[in-house]
């Protein structure tokens, strides 16, 4: 995993220099290679303040400290590690640390259909796990503030205030009252409200219509799990030529829609 660019060193320079996340998978899996793949990232030069690294299943203590040491962050995928290995990332280990840790979703044909299939997985283990005094403080820091530190988001302009980039999901409130803690231990597609990117609503509600076009946004009418919603423009043609292309109706688990 490590095989690719111009090596960690020149690429981890290169994201460096530009202030980006260095990104890489490592310890994605339990053979040799994966075991000393830390090790060997270090060794060339790749791990710092900048990296990025996804998956960390084989990671040992000593890579634990280095992690922690160099000040890089981890993106956890629960979700595919339970599928693919039955077992995932020591993440009591890595928060015990204090290593920062955000949430992926890897691929979605490797058991994770979405993000939020990641954060009822997150949710599901730490609570069997005891590993966290508050869960929903720890999943909720790294689905936001965790994932922008490690992307190297700015905070004036990637936060929840006045004058910052609108990127955001807002969940429709439950009809009886719940903690929050039940709200991400059983959130899904019927949670999601709306959802803006850079400031335009992309999907939510048909009671939002008048959001959408207000902003100039046209909509389509798309069916998600057997409720209506609206959807910017262009995801039923993009639908259409994929299933044309493949003969039949595919169908996408991590995007579970009828035209």
């Not at 994966?34 to 998956?55: F, K, M, N, P």
């Not at 400290?65 to 629960?78: G, L």
């Not at 005891?130 to 992307?151: K, Q």
Request: glycine share 8%; aromatic share 6%.
């Amino acid at each position: 995993s490590l095989d690719w660019g111009e090596g960690p060193r020149r690429e981890y320079e290169r994201a460096a220099g530009n202030d980006l996340p260095y990104i890489t998978h490592i310890a994605e899996g339990f053979d040799s290679e994966s075991i000393h793949s830390l090790r060997q990232l270090d060794a060339q030069g790749g791990l710092g303040e900048y990296t990025v690294l996804v998956h960390g299943l084989a990671l040992s203590e000593h890579d634990l400290d280095r992690i922690a040491e160099a000040q890089a962050s981890v993106v956890w995928c629960p979700a595919s590690n339970q599928y693919i290995y039955g077992r995932t990332t020591p993440i009591a280990a890595m928060l015990q640390r204090g290593i920062n840790v955000c949430l992926g979703s890897d691929a979605a044909m490797y058991g994770s259909e979405s993000l939020l299939t990641d954060i009822r997985a997150a949710c599901a283990f730490l609570n069997e796990q005891n590993v966290t005094e508050s869960v929903t403080d720890t999943v909720l820091a790294m689905i936001t503030e965790n994932a922008r530190r490690a992307f190297r988001l700015s905070e004036n302009r990637h936060s929840l205030r006045a004058g910052s980039i609108a990127d955001l999901t807002v969940v429709r409130p439950p009809e009886s009252p719940v903690d929050t803690d039940t709200i991400l231990n059983q959130i899904g597609w019927k949670d999601i409200y709306l959802v803006v990117r850079n400031g335009i609503p992309v999907f939510g509600d048909v009671e939002l219509e008048k959001l959408f076009t207000t902003m100039g946004v046209s909509v389509e009418r798309i069916f998600v799990e057997g409720t209506e919603r609206i959807v910017a423009t262009g995801l039923r043609g993009l639908l259409e030529r994929v299933n044309d292309a493949l003969g039949e109706n595919a169908g996408f688990s991590f995007l579970p829609v009828n035209p």
